[in-house]
């Protein structure tokens, strides 16, 4: 028997209505800005869909057209409400949203469980939402895909990138790093920390500290990996909560970014 983990935020985040979600997903796509980039990894906010949708979308629409050659999307974020020693794998077999459930992947899984920094933890996944957002904009854009889902704790980043490398894969493995940047500051302040982060992550610069984003550290990490594989970032969006459905006085930062190999642009 299949065991499922349930969606945790549907219906808060985002619709629990998968006809309303599949809609609100197509949406945020069909207004992305195109793209010709042919992405590797990509860094995607994970707040409520009416704060950071539009910016997901962003990262999600340069996938387009290598959408049929990725069958494995390895997902990174850190976790919010439950404390974890190292990098956690859950203990289902599938993920489920509105859309359908999504696979584990089982050999990338049977990679890395015996490494030290990687730890099973069925709390750390029951009620986190960074990596659960990101699966109805995957399930939409991606036809058939395994995932292998980790909640990031207390690691390195030297740790991060050991568990990606082990995993790289060729076009077929995409790397999802979910992260939102600077938490509750005033819209201008915002826009400076959010700046400078992310021109630390253009210039491939780690680490990234967790008051910049709350995901640093898979950024620190997928940047190590970044250095190795020589892949070059690109800013897709830039915008706060401030710009898209909240008050001004405290905001939440987002930033997309599409990390390529350094030929790796459509031709046209």
């Known amino acids: 028997?299949?065991?499922?983990?349930?969606?945790?935020?549907?219906?808060?985040?985002?619709?629990?209505?998968?006809?309303?979600?599949?809609?609100?997903?197509?949406?945020?796509?069909?207004?992305?800005?195109?793209?010709?980039?042919?992405?590797?990894?990509?860094?995607?906010?994970?707040?409520?869909?009416?704060?950071?949708?539009?910016?997901a979308a962003s990262a999600y629409a340069t996938l387009k057209d290598i959408a049929p050659l990725i069958r494995r999307v390895v997902l990174l974020g850190p976790t919010h409400r439950v404390a974890v020693q190292g990098m956690a794998l859950p203990d289902t077999d599938a993920f489920e949203t509105p859309l359908g459930q999504v696979m584990l992947d089982t050999e990338a899984i049977r990679a890395i469980a015996q490494m030290p920094q990687v730890v099973v933890s069925a709390e750390a996944h029951a009620q986190e939402h960074s990596l659960e957002v990101q699966l109805p904009f995957l399930q939409s854009v991606l036809k058939n895909f395994t995932l292998l889902p980790l909640a990031v704790g207390m690691a390195t980043a030297a740790e991060v990138a050991e568990v990606l490398e082990s995993v790289w894969g060729g076009d077929e493995t995409l790397i999802v790093i979910s992260s939102d940047l600077s938490h509750y500051l005033p819209y201008a302040a915002a826009q400076f920390v959010d700046s400078k982060t992310t021109r630390s992550i253009l210039d491939l610069k780690q680490p990234i500290a967790h008051e910049e984003a709350c995901?640093?550290?898979?950024?620190?990490?997928?940047?190590?990996?970044?250095?190795?594989?020589?892949?070059?970032?690109?800013?897709?969006?830039?915008?706060?909560?401030?710009?898209?459905?909240?008050?001004?006085?405290?905001?939440?930062?987002?930033?997309?970014f599409a990390f390529c190999a350094e030929n790796e642009h459509a031709k046209h």
């Open 215 to 256: 995901g640093g550290t898979p950024i620190s990490g997928l940047i190590i990996a970044a250095h190795k594989h020589h892949l070059t970032p690109h800013l897709l969006d830039l915008r706060n909560s401030g710009d898209t459905a909240g008050s001004r006085d405290r905001v939440v930062g987002y930033g997309a």
């Open 1 to 55: 028997m299949t065991a499922i983990r349930q969606p945790a935020v549907a219906g808060m985040f985002y619709p629990a209505d998968p006809d309303q979600l599949g809609l609100d997903v197509r949406d945020f796509l069909r207004t992305a800005p195109s793209s010709s980039l042919r992405p590797k990894a990509l860094i995607v906010p994970h707040a409520g869909y009416v704060y950071s949708g539009p910016i």
